[in-house]
């Protein structure tokens, strides 16, 4: 069964970094898809990036691409997401997902999620 621990959240003001991690455990997820997305309050989940087995990335259009990068470190079965310039838009729930096949911004397709860090940029 795989794990997905998310960390990295808080508050911060506009124009401030975060970085957030999530920790894989139960398996190696080094040929696993992984995949960052958010919800807001009363908004529903969105996709912001996504990294494949070998290393190529998605981002969601428009609105982080620049500001975020997502990457992975397959050694220690985590990814991450660099937020840059944040905005009081970026204010949601981030939460981790994983697919052992699935490359792509449907998060119906991702078979594993993590419970979710909060992010709170103050304006």
């Known amino acids: 069964q795989v794990q997905l621990v998310e960390s990295g959240g808080g508050l911060v003001q506009a124009g401030g970094s975060l970085r957030l991690s999530c920790a894989a455990s139960?398996?190696?997820?080094?040929?696993?898809?992984m995949g960052w997305f958010r919800q807001a309050p009363g908004k529903e989940r969105e996709f912001v990036a996504g990294?494949?087995?070998?290393?190529?990335?998605?981002y969601s259009a428009d609105s982080v691409k620049g500001r975020f990068t997502i990457s992975r470190d397959n050694a220690k079965n985590t990814v991450y997401l660099q937020m840059n310039s944040l905005k009081p838009e970026d204010t949601a729930v981030y939460y981790c997902?994983?697919?052992?096949?699935?490359?792509?911004?449907?998060?119906?397709?991702?078979?594993?999620w993590g419970q979710g860090t909060h992010v709170t940029v103050s304006s």
């Open positions: 997902a994983a697919d052992p096949a699935y490359y792509g911004t449907n998060s119906r397709h991702y078979d594993y």
């Open positions: 139960g398996r190696t997820l080094s040929s696993y898809t």
């Open positions: 990294i494949n087995w070998s290393g190529n990335t998605l």
